[in-house]
């Protein structure tokens, strides 16, 4: 079986559109690898959350949250990828979502610099009164939405003026072994 071990950091966000982070608002990140069936996790999580941070400038947000994953596979076929979603914290400990993110994890080895947009679904006029008023924005049913291509046409989608750093290194092995050239 080939393998591939990822060894990383979600170093944070910058946060582009004022006025995302105001009255003492942190940002957390959940993330997650996703790949295809014939994927397994050898070892390491494969999905997690980071810590809530409060950036002091209000456009930079760090985490340095490690990324350590080993998986091994049969095929090249859903080569993995990271889906994240972020979550603003309000002054009394309450999550609202801000959007979501996907990246390819590159097939290439060695270290990489990923920086992952991220956007959300854009809802009715009445969803944009909620959100506006409520604080209450609309999300996916299902985050399976974001690494599958079956329903993701559909979405209509909004930037949320955030985009996640990710220092990534891929070593990949016993792939030529295996018949599979990337």
């Given at each position: 079986m080939a393998e591939l071990h990822l060894i990383g950091t979600l170093q944070g966000a910058q946060v582009r559109e004022a006025g995302q982070l105001t009255?003492?608002?942190?940002?957390?990140?959940?993330?997650?690898?996703?790949?295809?069936?014939?994927?397994?996790t050898v070892e390491?999580?494969?999905?997690?959350?980071?810590?809530?941070?409060?950036?002091?400038?209000?456009?930079?947000?760090?985490?340095?949250?490690?990324?350590?994953l080993h998986l091994a596979?049969?095929?090249?076929?859903?080569?993995?990828?990271?889906?994240v979603e972020l979550l603003r914290q309000d002054m009394f400990g309450r999550y609202q979502l801000i959007g979501y993110g996907i990246v390819s994890i590159p097939m290439?080895?060695?270290?990489?610099?990923l920086e992952c947009p991220t956007w959300r679904p854009h809802g009715s006029f009445m969803d944009s009164l909620k959100a506006h008023f409520l604080g209450i924005t609309p999300g996916l049913k299902s985050l399976e939405s974001l690494y599958?291509?079956?329903?993701?046409?559909?979405?209509?989608?909004?930037?949320?003026?955030?985009?996640?750093f990710v220092e990534l290194t891929v070593i990949p092995r016993g792939f030529s072994q295996h018949g599979m050239h990337l």
């Open positions: 009255g003492g608002a942190g940002l957390a990140c959940r993330w997650t690898v996703v790949s295809g069936t014939q994927w397994n390491g999580c494969s999905t997690a959350q980071t810590h809530v941070d409060l950036p002091a400038d209000g456009e930079w947000v760090v985490w340095s949250h490690p990324i350590d596979t049969r095929s090249v076929q859903g080569w993995p990828k990271l889906a290439t080895p060695g270290t990489h610099q599958t291509a079956a329903d993701r046409y559909k979405l209509t989608t909004a930037s949320t003026g955030c985009d996640v």
